[in-house]
């Protein structure tokens, strides 16, 4: 399987911030962000392997400015890191004062999706080649934030089993 330059994975979006989009602090809605990284982010999976892509986490979003009603979203994500099946997609949010023209990082985020052929069965993604220094920051921590993942997953799952599945209001 031939390999892919992670830029052909690239892909971004611009959205501007509504009253509708808001939270009662007047800034962009946490759910309604994470819509967008889960979107964008499934795209550039699906550049990657040109299959069907499910997301398997959402390993971090991590919130680090509010994004205003007088502020534009710009999101870009991109493929950092591929397993066998899996990939790992990094989306980086960022605001724009629409008034000011001040931009500063609003958010990042990491998820991972596995590429499913017509059967549902996981199927092999191609491996990608990092080239900008961002690209490569990335690509080098991958390996360690996937052993995180992995043991974070196993935890989740010994913990689950501990949980009712019995409903409070049935």
Not at 26 to 41: E, H, P, V
Not at 100 to 107: F, K, Y
Request: charged share 30%; glycine share 2%.
């Amino acid at each position: 399987m031939e390999a892919k330059y992670v830029r052909e994975t690239r892909c971004y979006k611009i959205s501007r911030v509504f009253p509708f989009d808001v939270n009662n602090h007047y800034t962009l809605f946490g759910g309604k962000l994470m819509s967008y990284i889960d979107d964008i982010a499934s795209i550039s999976a699906a550049k990657l392997c040109r299959a069907t892509t499910v997301t398997a986490s959402a390993d971090s979003v991590d919130f680090l400015y509010p994004i205003r009603m007088t502020d534009s979203v710009a999101l870009e994500s991109y493929v950092t890191w591929t397993g066998r099946s899996s990939m790992e997609v990094f989306v980086k949010v960022v605001t724009e004062d629409l008034k000011t023209g001040e931009r500063r990082i609003a958010a990042t985020s990491f998820l991972t999706f596995v590429a499913l052929d017509d059967e549902g069965k996981p199927l092999q993604v191609p491996r990608v080649i990092p080239e900008s220094k961002e690209e490569h920051a990335l690509f080098e921590a991958a390996e360690r934030r996937a052993e995180m993942r992995k043991q974070r997953r196993s935890e989740s799952k010994r913990f689950a089993e501990h949980l009712s599945t019995e409903s409070p209001w049935e």
